[in-house]
């Protein structure tokens, strides 16, 4: 079981946008020193639901603030990132953390970010594929050039190559993808790529997801140990407290303020209607499918969770309560009171 912490940079209601980052990175220090597994970085633009607008610069400090644990993009979004772009840093923090980077990414929404970005709707609702198989010919081959509908420039070297890391693992950094529904499964089947599963899904969506995924995966040629290999993600909020009462009142007294304040910022590019769900009943729906409780009720329902899905990786969602010392004393009880009981 490989556990780690989901860190949104959140930013609740009352506080500022540098209070939230740094509250994001004493997250990360201390889930380091609690023995968690990896961090997770979100990112988001014009909107406090998340204030941290570069998952893989954040992802740099972080890695150089460390020593241990692995950091990885949850996610980066592609359609208004230059793949090429995106390739290059992601091979340069490979190389400079000594293989612990891990490239998370998605397709984002039809937000206002693609026209501040140049992108344009049809990044989103089409271009997805293109991007993200430019990008992964950027992390696997020592030469590249495009002729797509999106991208098309003459053949040029790589450069740092990923693969050149020196006495780690050999291939470049691990990539990961957002997958929100059966087409974005089976993209990712497709190309062999574990995936990252959001926190609103209970345990069947997901087994049918990872379901979904193996039986494109075997359809599209991988082989047995390419398919039991794949490392999925399953994200979701992590709230330990000594009653579950306790832990559950923490997350519903904080969450739907920030919940309805930082989705409702969200505009979208073409005006297109959007619906929310309603954040106190989404922060209970959460209450109730993820680890939020005593120690002995989160390892329980991790433990199920990896038994009905197969899936033993973790993101988990520890700021909820949005107070710094609160989100400190979460992560290390996490560390220290579930992790022993899933070894």
């Known amino acids: 079981m490989r556990v780690g912490t989901f860190v949104l940079a959140a930013q609740f209601p009352g506080q500022g946008q540098g209070e939230a980052l740094h ?8 889930a380091e020193e609690a023995g968690l597994d990896s961090v997770w970085l979100a990112e988001h633009h014009f909107v406090p639901y998340g204030v941290c607008p570069s998952a893989v610069t954040l992802s740099a400090l972080l890695l150089g603030r460390t020593r241990r644990i692995r950091v990885g993009t949850a996610v980066s979004v592609l359609p208004t990132a230059h793949p090429v772009a995106l390739g290059e840093q992601a091979a340069l923090l490979h190389l400079t ?40 010919r950027w992390l696997r081959e020592p030469r590249v050039g495009a002729d797509g509908e999106r991208y098309s420039f003459r053949e040029v070297a790589v450069v740092p190559r990923p693969e050149e890391l020196i006495g780690g693992p050999p291939g470049g950094p691990e990539v990961v993808v957002a997958c929100t529904s059966p087409k974005s499964v089976k993209l990712a089947a497709e190309r062999g790529l574990p995936m990252l599963l959001g926190m609103h899904c209970g345990d069947e969506e997901k087994a049918e997801m990872v379901a979904l995924w193996r039986t494109h995966a075997r359809a599209c040629g991988r082989s047995p140990d390419e398919i039991a290999a794949a490392g999925h993600v399953s994200a979701g909020v992590v709230q330990i407290a000594d009653r579950a009462a306790d832990a559950s009142e923490a997350l519903v007294k904080a969450m739907p303020g920030w919940l309805k304040w ?8 073409d005006g297109r209607p959007r619906t929310m769900r309603d954040p106190l009943a989404y922060t209970e729906l959460l209450c109730a499918l993820h680890p939020v409780g005593p120690p002995r009720l989160a390892a329980d329902r991790l433990a199920a969770t990896a038994e009905r899905t ?5 993101a988990l969602l520890a700021e909820g309560s949005g107070d710094l010392a609160a989100t400190e004393e979460n992560v290390r009880r996490l560390g220290a009171e579930v992790l022993p009981q899933l070894a």
């Open 23 to 30: 509250r994001a990175v004493r997250t990360a220090e201390v």
């Open 310 to 314: 197969g899936i033993t990786r973790f």
């Open 97 to 136: 953390s000594s293989g612990r980077f891990t490239l998370g990414v998605g397709r984002g929404g039809p937000w206002v970010d693609l026209e501040v970005f140049g992108a344009g709707p049809a990044a989103y609702e089409s271009g997805f594929p293109e991007s993200l198989d430019l990008l992964m």
């Open 262 to 269: 930082g989705l409702e910022a969200h505009v979208t590019v």
